[in-house]
């Protein structure tokens, strides 16, 4: 392999392997992709030939290991600036990387409640007051940053317009809300379909819709 490399774990369930990957395609830099199903016995040695945490995505460029989605996005945004990672506009690029910050660290009870799966739809389960707060807190971020940027640029349909980092980071929940069939307000349905559209978000899951592997912690009794 050469050039840049991105190892991920299975497709159909690694929210943080497909932020990584989504913010990769942002840049339409040329890369080798390496998937490591999870949960297999030669699992933890796999990652570790390419991520030091033992967790992914990672990416290698060369002499560089850059691991979490987070530090990759920023990797990517220092190496090929003008791609559209983050906004221009200074005050959207600040507001971008706090809201990206905020998914990076939290969500937490909505995450372990409905974990990503790409291959079914399940009805959506009963949701306490945590999982709802955070339901709540995701479609207010994404209120705001489209009436404060997005609207405001009139460039897209996305979070400042254009598809961005930030958008990366949401897409797992995004994806989340689909499976689940969370109920949505108008806005954040209407955002949350644009990003189901987008095109290299359908690349990744119909590569999903393609693995083999199952792991049964992720599955639920609902129709595919």
Known sequence: MTGLVLAVANKAYSSWSLRGWLALK??????????????????????????????????????????????????????????PLWPKDRAARAHARAIAAEMHGGM???RRALPMNLRRHYPCPPLDDAIQADINRVQAIWREARKTFANAM??????????????????????????????????????????????????WINAANKEPWVLPEFERDGKS
Not at 56 to 82: C, Q
Not at 166 to 183: H, N
């Open 26 to 83: 942002l840049t339409d830099a040329p890369f080798d992709e390496v998937v490591i199903p999870l949960r297999e016995s030669g699992t933890r040695a796999a990652i570790l030939k390419y991520s030091p945490s033992a967790k992914l995505p990672a990416l290698i460029d060369g002499p560089i290991t850059v691991w979490e989605s987070l530090a990759i996005v920023e990797y990517l945004a220092e190496k090929f600036p003008a791609a």
């Open 108 to 110: 937490i009870p909505l």
């Open 154 to 203: 009139g460039d897209g349909p996305f979070l400042f317009g254009p598809f961005s980092a930030a958008d990366a980071m949401f897409a797992p929940i995004v994806t989340r809300f689909d499976t689940y069939g969370v109920a949505l307000e108008d806005e954040a349905r209407t955002y949350s379909e644009a990003v189901m559209a987008y095109g290299p978000l359908r690349e």
